[in-house]
């Protein structure tokens, strides 16, 4: 059943390369601080965004500021597709959100069903 006036930000993208994951977490930063607080799930390239990141030696800035601050926005579980983390090799014990609940999903259509509205970054 879908409930009214859910919103979930899906993190689809790796952290660099592309403004997209950087776009999707000023995105659900701004939704949270207009007391829309949505569920954020993590899938495909997306999960790698809540690796430990050392952008700088690419000439890019750390997302994980952004990251960091989803917690003090409301935003405290964040959910991870746990195939896509399978795909790329990692495990659940490489993420760390300071602050943040990680909780794997493993049937993400299911997931996905259970909202009004999916933004996609």
Do not use: W
Not at 47 to 66: D, H, M, T, Y
């Amino acid at each position: 059943m879908v409930s009214r006036n859910t919103v979930l930000a899906l993190c689809r993208h790796a952290p660099y390369g592309s403004s997209l994951a950087r776009e999707g977490l000023e995105a659900i930063l701004a939704c949270a601080a207009m007391d829309q607080v949505p569920e954020v799930l993590f899938i495909n390239d997306g999960v790698f965004q809540l690796l430990e990141q050392n952008p700088e030696v690419i000439g890019e800035k750390n997302l994980r500021r952004n990251l960091q601050a989803l917690p003090m926005f409301g935003v405290e579980a964040l959910h991870v597709c746990s195939e896509s983390l399978a795909q790329r090799g990692l495990s659940a014990e490489q993420l760390d959100i300071p602050g943040a609940e990680l909780k794997l999903v493993t049937d993400t259509g299911a997931f996905i069903r259970n909202f009004q509205h999916v933004l996609s970054f």
